[in-house]
């Protein structure tokens, strides 16, 4: 199993381009989450989803929307990046109750 | 709203010594997790805590869950260099759509020196 893989590793954008961050679970998990990490903080929940089809927001959605469409993929898209949206991006899945399991990142700079 | 605060937020231990890092919250939470992160890299999940006085241990990590004190423990025993690592707890709220809505606290890091 890979796991909890993550697309792009790096990227640098403009102000005001979009993209989109690529989160793939590959042990059949319903829950998936979206998290950034500013440098010295701890991790901020941005979107999660419960299962296929369904999303909520977290702790910081502005900025930001997802998708669900398979159990699989949960995609974060960035639309009008702006500079507070520099930071690092982890998804993670777990199942019910359990342990999260975590993507190895991706480095975000917006200039 | 839940506020999840950690402390110390820096650590320094010598090998061999034993040490608690703690996690107190601010208000009814019904889960409470365990991370380990090593620098430049991701977050290994360590424990997760979902009754009152559940405890937990592996190697040398022991963490334990009190909710009525709302405070949970991450004690360290004859602590290793290879412990060295920041240390994050989060607390789930009630009704967050189970492991949503997870709140983290700012981390401890922990130097272990010989």
């Known amino acids: 199993n890979a796991g909890v893989t993550q697309t792009p590793k790096f990227r640098i954008l403009k102000i005001g381009q979009s993209m989109t961050l690529q989160c793939t679970q590959d042990?059949?998990?319903?829950?998936m989450y979206w998290y950034r990490q500013d440098p010295g903080m701890g991790l901020k929940l941005i979107y999660y989803s419960v299962g296929a089809g369904i999303t909520d927001k977290g702790e910081v959605p502005n900025g930001y929307n997802v998708s669900r469409s398979t159990t699989e993929d949960f995609p974060l898209r960035l639309e009008l990046a702006a500079p507070s949206q520099t930071s690092v991006y982890f998804c993670a899945s777990s199942p019910l109750e359990g342990k999260q399991y975590f993507g190895p990142g991706t480095r975000l700079t917006v200039t | 709203e839940l506020k999840v605060e950690q402390n110390p937020l820096f650590l320094s231990m010598q090998e061999g010594k034993n040490y608690t890092i703690y996690c107190n919250y601010s208000?009814?939470?019904?889960?409470l997790y365990w991370y380990r992160q090593d620098p430049g890299k991701s977050l290994e999940s360590l424990f997760v805590?979902?009754?009152?006085?559940a405890v937990k241990q592996e190697g040398r990590l022991m963490a334990s869950l009190d909710t009525k004190a709302r405070l949970s423990t991450l004690h360290i025993t004859a602590a290793v260099h290879d412990l060295s690592a920041t240390y994050f707890c989060?607390?789930?709220?009630?009704?967050?759509?189970?492991?949503?809505?997870?709140?983290f606290g700012k981390g401890t890091k922990l130097s272990v020196k010989p």
């Open positions: 208000t009814t939470s019904d889960r």
């Open positions: 805590l979902l009754s009152n006085g």
């Open positions: 042990m059949n998990h319903n829950y």
């Open positions: 989060a607390g789930g709220l009630r009704g967050g759509g189970s492991q949503g809505n997870l709140i």
